[in-house]
């Protein structure tokens, strides 16, 4: 499918960050931690189902963003989530699927 084009749509803006060949998102969750990994505060996480692959996202405080770092983790995964402690959990799109508990080495 095309990129929306805004001077044949100009009710649509083109997306600051997208992937050819699509990822296939499960969600977006965005980093509030300050504890487990304090350099990823204010980040992006997605999930990727196509790719097997869980992306950081950075964003330039402007609307821009850019992706980071994407790791193949050889799962489909369908949620990042924050846990309390800062870590990352990552539930798996499988039957039946894990669950992934990402912490520092």
């Known amino acids: 499918m095309p990129i929306?084009?805004?001077?044949?749509?100009?009710?649509?803006?083109?997306?600051v960050l997208y992937w050819t060949p699509v990822i296939a998102?499960?969600?977006l969750m965005f980093y509030n931690g300050t504890q487990t990994?304090?350099?990823?505060?204010?980040?992006g996480f997605i999930s990727g189902l196509a790719t097997m692959s869980l992306n950081r996202i950075i964003?330039?405080?402007?609307?821009g963003a850019k992706t980071a770092e994407r790791w193949d983790v050889g799962?489909?995964?369908?949620?990042?989530?924050?846990?309390?402690?800062?870590?990352?959990?990552?539930?798996e799109d499988a039957n039946?699927?894990?669950?992934?508990?990402?912490?520092?080495?």
């Open 4 to 15: 929306a084009n805004p001077d044949t749509r100009p009710d649509l803006a083109m997306p």
């Open 25 to 27: 998102p499960g969600n």
């Open 37 to 43: 990994f304090p350099q990823w505060n204010g980040n």
């Open 59 to 63: 964003f330039d405080g402007h609307g």
């Open 75 to 91: 799962h489909r995964i369908r949620d990042v989530e924050e846990g309390p402690d800062g870590s990352l959990w990552m539930l």
């Open 96 to 105: 039946p699927g894990a669950l992934i508990h990402v912490t520092p080495k």
